[in-house]
T-cell receptor, first 111, second 107 residues
Framework: EPEVTQTPSHQVTQMGQEVILRCVPISNHLYFYWYRQILGQKVEFLVSFYNNEISEKSEIFDDQFSVERPDGSNFTLKIRSTKLEDSAMYFC?????????FGPGTRLTVT | GIQVEQSPPDLILQEGANSTLRCNFSDSVNNLQWFHQNPWGQLINLFYIPSGTKQNGRLSATTVATERYSLLYISSSQTTDSGVYFCAVEYGNKLVFGAGTILRVKS
């Protein structure tokens, strides 16, 4: 059973469009994270979210990105005005007592 | 920031062979995790191992925190072990990943 689920599994969008990626934790947790992995590269941290607020963000996480937990359960990553270089796998993770557990990812393709 | 280096970058094994993957990190860390990324892209937790040694079936891992490295051992490799193995260390409130080791096991 996955720790978190993510939707959609794959999204294709045109450059300049907005996309919303969703993460649904199986149970209540306080810590959530978004990471991305450009094809063939390592996994990179984007942002951490604790108790409904951003805890830390990377240099990648600029004004183009935003996160929120609109209904207290789903956890979303919004990318405004997508660029070709935003094409990547986006992972949601939840924090455990000791370790992080990753969702299956959303593959975003920007054309 | 912290640097995480993995070696070797690529490894090809014959089924049944053993292997050792290495992860070096440049600063003290509170947490270290090993992941296997399968062909579908999923990141599968293998070990949470900030220090010491753990074993899970054919896999085992050792972290020597004072010397800032961790090792992942795969014994009697199988074709299903193929994929990318990532080491990740907790630094601040995030995981910092290495570049990974691509493992190919041939039958």
């Amino acid at each position: 059973e996955p720790e978190v689920t993510q939707t959609p599994s794959h999204q294709v969008t045109q450059m300049g469009q907005e996309v919303i990626l969703r993460c649904v934790p199986i149970s209540n947790h306080l810590y959530f994270y978004w990471y991305r992995q450009i094809l063939g590269q390592k996994v990179e941290f984007l942002v951490s979210f604790y108790n409904n607020e951003i805890s830390e963000k990377s240099e990648i996480f600029d004004d183009q990105f935003s996160v929120e937990r609109p209904d207290g359960s789903n956890f979303t990553l919004k990318i405004r005005s997508t660029k070709l270089e935003d094409s990547a796998m986006y992972f949601c993770a939840r924090g455990g007592v000791y370790e992080q557990y990753f969702g299956p990812g959303t593959r975003l393709t920007v054309t | 920031g912290i640097q995480v280096e993995q070696s070797p970058p690529d490894l090809i094994l014959q089924e049944g062979a053993n292997s050792t993957l290495r992860c070096n990190f440049s600063d003290s860390v509170n947490n270290l995790q090993w992941f296997h990324q399968n062909p579908w892209g999923q990141l599968i937790n293998l070990f949470y191992i900030p220090s010491g040694t753990k074993q899970n079936g054919r896999l085992s891992a050792t972290t020597v925190a004072t010397e800032r490295y961790s090792l992942l051992y795969i014994s009697s490799s199988q074709t299903t072990d193929s994929g990318v193995y990532f080491c990740a260390v907790e630094y601040g409130n995030k995981l910092v990943f290495g570049a990974g080791t691509i493992l190919r096991v041939k039958s």
